[in-house]
């Protein structure tokens, strides 16, 4: 976090970034990387599927390309962002599992290349209907990341799971349950706002409740009757609150505005403004 002077007193301000996601079915990533700068933005949180960065699309020196890109244009990734709609960790079957797990060493490998520090993993996706048994989804989520976590280590990687409504542990802290056990400071939490508002989680108290765990934050608004990654503002979520918070703990990582827009350019503009008002740059 950086200090700047307002109202004269020095406090804290708080890192910001945005995700690709909305720009994800309207372009490339190098078109969305453009739009998203312009709009203000320098850090980012990156979609690891087509068209945007899909690591089996990617050469060797596609990569190096990459990461000089990024250098002469004053941008950096925060994370990859590998989105939990076609693969699963806790996935009830084998071969849905080995397949996911393959998919995050790919990534991992990717990130040590373009020189990436955290990717983003949602912890698995839990049927509605007739679910497994917590223990049993919690256990193949564990047996997997214990495949990865070696892997993310030599390649000085963090993988940060997501709190998300359909995965076996949609509060933070079941996550901070689940992060103390398996011991590991090679993991971390990605907090998202809007999904904890959906669950009807209190955020700053998460964000107390991650603590340590916290390594990054995701901003867009929502209401606890439906799931959404509003425009800021739109919604219910207490931005001025989350800030706090993040101050209490002294956050030093980054939050990434993650909005689905049909505006997208106007709302990431309007976003950056709004957060400013909260102390975020």
Sequence with gaps: MLLVKFKDHLVETLS??????????????????????????????????????????????QRRAL?????????????????????????????????????????????????VPMIVVVPGRRANFV?????????WLKAGLETLVPHAERAGVRLILENHHMSPMPTVQQMV??????????????????NGEF????????????????RQVHISDASRSKWDHAPIGRSAVDFAAVAQALREIGFSGTSIVELISETPDADMADARQELHRHGWR
């Design 16 to 61: 910001l970034g945005a995700s690709t996601w909305t720009y994800l079915q309207t372009c490339g990533l190098e078109t969305a990387l453009q739009r998203l700068k312009s709009a203000g933005y320098s850090r980012f949180d990156v979609l690891t599927i087509p068209p945007h960065l899909w690591p089996y699309d990617i050469d060797k020196t």
């Design 67 to 115: 990461r000089n890109l990024l250098a002469g244009e004053g941008l950096s990734f925060d994370s990859l962002n590998l989105p939990s709609t076609d693969q699963n960790l806790c996935s009830v079957t084998l071969q849905m599992r080995e397949y996911s797990v393959q998919q995050f060493l790919d990534i991992i490998d990717l990130c040590e290349e373009v020189c």
């Design 131 to 139: 679910p497994p048994p917590l223990e049993a989804a919690h256990g």
């Design 177 to 194: 349950t689940f992060l103390d056990e398996f011991g590991s400071d090679q993991l971390g939490i990605a907090y998202d706002v809007a």
């Design 199 to 214: 669950v009807g989680e209190d955020q700053t108290q998460a964000i107390r409740t991650a603590g340590r765990w916290l």
